[in-house]
């Protein structure tokens, strides 16, 4: 609708949106995050162990298989010490909240499939979130629509007006 309308009034266009749906989801990343945190270390270290191999003058043989012994360590360590960390993230419409814990939220990656987030707590300290589209099931498009909205303004208390006197 954006690219065929031309709008000369670009904030009374974004004043005129809907606020993003209320919206909760667990976020534990499936399958593929669960394969991204067991792969990267896995790679790192076959990466390491080769180039330190052709380094210390040992042959292309020598460094592929330290570099496949490295990889199988690494993968290894990093599945057996890995847990899946679930996290309950909600948006009221005011506020994102994980497992109840206030914060902001940052969108860090989205390919499509997957939205990669960053909860930027309130008391302190951040939350790394991965949500895929199977995971979030119905409510996928609801998060997507929170995550990418502008936060609410902050609407202006109204004051009681003064008693004056008698």
């Known amino acids: 609708l954006w690219r065929h309308q031309r709008h000369t009034d670009f904030p009374a266009f974004l004043n005129s949106m809907r ?26 270290a076959a990466a390491l162990l080769g180039w330190a191999t052709l380094l210390a003058g040992g042959g292309v043989a020598s460094a592929q298989a330290s570099s496949l012994l490295a990889a199988a360590v690494a993968g290894l360590f990093a599945y057996r010490h890995w847990r899946p960390l679930a996290v309950l993230l909600q948006w009221d419409g005011q506020r994102w909240t994980g497992d109840a814990a206030p914060g902001r939220l ?20 951040e939350r790394w979130l991965a949500v895929n589209a199977t995971e979030a099931g119905p409510a996928w498009q609801a ?9 609410p303004r902050a609407t202006p208390r109204v004051l009681a007006p003064e008693r004056v006197a008698d």
Do not use: E, T
């Open 106 to 125: 940052q969108l860090m990656m989205d390919p499509g499939f997957l939205l990669v987030l960053r909860l930027h707590l309130n008391a302190g300290g």
């Open 143 to 151: 998060l997507r629509a929170a995550v990418y909205a502008r936060p």
């Open 19 to 44: 606020a993003a749906p209320a919206v909760a989801v667990r976020c534990s990343g499936g399958k593929l995050w669960c394969a991204v945190h067991i792969g990267l270390p896995a790679l790192g």
